[in-house]
């Protein structure tokens, strides 16, 4: 599967949120809801709630939950948020913790999803999100895929060393976790400020054979932009998609780790050349 960025998934369903724990008369509030997420959230692993009130007042909320099955959840996230009424939408953002996997990643559709809100005054009401969800769908498959591979094989960044022609030689190291089947790397990108170009000039550039604890994958990093907007406003600079391929399974989405002083020598790269 390939990896695709989901810059705003929306899926809109008028929904009144309903008392979760309310007396029987007290009416449901006038909210609506879609679930979204944009660049910055798939940084912090959260999602938006955007919320719209089509009521008289504004309502003011204290708390924010979203619960599912389908993930681990963070728990409730105080917030200080007025839901102003008319055609205004406001958004809360919520994590949702990890993907629970149940079975074979690509089998798996996420569950139905709730926000618990909190109102000031203490009221709890839930709010059914959007379902089927395309979004959580997508949220659920990758954390499974991604803890599919991790079973067999990780892939981190190692090896940096400056090269005379400014650039800079690395390795991305495959370590073996689990099994013997081989692995293979079928690809990798680099960021919006980063290149990564592998030694081999055509896939697969590189295998852990089956039985083999590790192998070094040779690459160059280089800058591949320099302006302003792109280093000042790059949420993502070290996160470098990789597939990996596990036995005779198709290649997988995964993120190749960055540890710490990978990540200042290539800030200082930025450094050198912009």
Not at 61 to 72: G, I, K, N, Y
Not at 106 to 121: E, H, I, N, R
Not at 151 to 172: E, F, I, S, W, Y
Not at 208 to 219: F, K, R, Y
């Amino acid at each position: 599967m390939r990896w695709k960025a989901i810059a705003v998934t929306a899926l809109v369903v008028a929904v009144a949120a309903t008392d979760a724990a309310a007396p029987p008369r007290e009416p449901a509030l006038p909210l609506t809801a879609v679930v979204m997420q944009h660049r910055t959230d798939q940084v912090l692993r959260t999602v938006k709630i955007q919320l719209r009130n089509g009521g008289d007042t504004p309502i003011q909320l204290v708390r924010a939950e979203l619960r599912s099955p389908s993930f681990t959840g963070v728990g409730p996230v105080g917030t200080d948020t007025l839901v102003m009424n008319g055609d205004v939408a406001t958004d809360i953002r919520i994590g949702y913790g990890q993907g629970v996997c149940t079975g074979p990643a690509g089998t798996l559709s996420a569950a139905p999803a709730t926000a618990v809100l909190t109102l000031a005054g203490g009221r709890e009401v839930a709010l059914p999100l959007p379902y089927p969800n395309e979004l959580l769908d997508y949220l659920l498959r990758t954390d499974c895929e991604q803890a599919e591979v991790h079973k067999v094989a990780t892939a981190t960044l190692t090896g940096l060393a400056a090269r005379p022609d400014g650039t800079m030689a690395a390795n991305v190291t495959l370590t073996r976790t689990g099994g013997t089947v081989p692995v293979v790397m079928t690809d990798l990108k680099g960021s919006i400020l980063y290149r990564l170009t592998p030694a081999v000039a055509t896939p697969p550039y590189g295998v852990l054979a089956a039985g083999q604890s590790t192998v070094d994958i040779p690459i160059v990093i280089d800058t591949s932009r320099c302006d302003p907007h792109a280093v000042g406003e790059v949420k993502k600079p070290y996160e470098f998609p990789a597939w990996l391929a596990v036995g005779d399974a198709p290649a997988v989405y995964t993120l190749i780790d960055v540890p710490a002083p990978a990540r200042d020598t290539l800030l200082d790269l930025v450094r050198r050349t912009c």
